[in-house]
């Protein structure tokens, strides 16, 4: 299967009359792919972010274990 875009636009004769019809089709394979790149990266990212910020939380309840004032 190839991803396409495609166009369709009436030709009109002198009248105005539809007479026909012309169509654009666009391989777009290569746009989706990069989409779907882009997908996966940002899922890898928040995936990290995630991670990190499960330390920083981990890291504050240990920290305030220890002491008894923010300061």
């Not at 746009?31 to 882009?38: A, C, L, V």
């Amino acid at each position: 299967l190839v991803s396409v875009s495609l166009t369709v636009s009436p030709i009109r004769d002198t009248i105005g009359r539809v007479v026909g019809a012309s169509k654009i089709a666009r391989d777009i394979s290569s746009h989706k792919e990069n989409e779907q790149r882009i997908r996966l990266l940002m899922r890898e990212v928040n995936h990290r972010v995630k991670n990190q910020f499960s330390v920083i939380i981990s890291m504050i309840r240990e920290t305030s274990k220890l002491t008894s004032t923010p300061e």
